[in-house]
């Protein structure tokens, strides 16, 4: 997320209402890290440098996270798939499982030097095909059908807390503007990639995923590209 500055402007333009900002996200106590061990650590170029960002596993050999993330090592150049590394569950140096990327797949619409705008925002998705499958982790699906009226989580590991969770719960969309929508709750670094939630009758499913934020004026803190089935479609081959 270090396109803040452009994605300042494009808040502006998403929503000008006022509204009670939400008490900041907290750090997940230990114990309940059990709870979302599908959520892990994105790391570009090895497990201390490069990049992080946060990703979700979608299916036991597909984790989400944001296209603009994979960028994080040698400017323009995307990494290398052996170079990026899913630690599912990451928590203080342990984690659930750890596999390296097979296969990077990067939403046709997106370009990393482009101009920040809706279509960038909107396409900044992309899917890592691990190595091997997480079978001792349950995935979160992403939701088949638009469930973002309801209260949403936002969950990721934020720069300031890079080894731990952190979440921040009863998010509301304040703004709906060229398939994107900007959220109420907070995101930092590193919360790139990581899920938007909401609780279904199914249980837990992610229906969109951060791609920048906002620290200028209005309601509008995060920005998230809805995801469904179909976007699957569009990243996968």
């Not at 619409?109 to 925002?121: C, M, P, R, T, V």
């Not at 998010?171 to 959220?183: F, K, P, S, T």
Request: charged fraction near 15%; hydrophobic fraction near 45%.
């Amino acid at each position: 997320m270090n396109r803040l500055a452009a994605a300042l402007a494009l808040m502006a333009c998403l929503s000008q209402a006022q509204a009670n900002p939400l008490p900041g996200p907290e750090r997940l106590a230990d114990a309940a890290h059990a709870d979302w061990a599908a959520i892990g650590r994105v790391n570009v170029a090895g497990f201390g440098s490069g990049g992080t960002c946060t990703g979700t596993l979608i299916a036991p050999d597909l984790v989400m996270t944001a296209a603009h993330c994979l960028y994080a090592v040698k400017g323009i150049a995307r990494a290398a798939p052996g170079q990026v590394h899913f630690l599912a569950g990451w928590l203080k140096g342990s984690y659930a499982a750890h596999r390296t990327a097979e296969r990077i797949y990067i939403h046709p619409g997106y370009e990393h030097q482009a101009k920040i705008d809706f279509n960038n925002l909107r396409s900044d998705l992309a899917i890592l095909h691990l190595a091997a499958p997480i079978t001792q982790v349950k995935p979160i699906p992403l939701s088949q059908t638009a469930v973002d009226a309801a209260p949403l989580s936002l969950i990721g590991y934020r720069r300031d807390r890079p080894n731990a969770l952190s979440r921040q719960s009863g998010c509301r969309v304040r703004a709906r503007q060229d398939g994107v929508i900007g959220l109420d709750c907070t995101a930092i670094p590193g919360s790139s990639g990581g899920p938007v939630l909401a609780e279904t009758p199914d249980g837990w499913r992610v229906i969109a995923v951060v791609t920048a934020a906002n620290t200028g004026p209005g309601p509008v803190r995060t920005v998230a590209a809805p995801v469904g089935m179909a976007t699957l479609a569009d990243l996968l081959p």
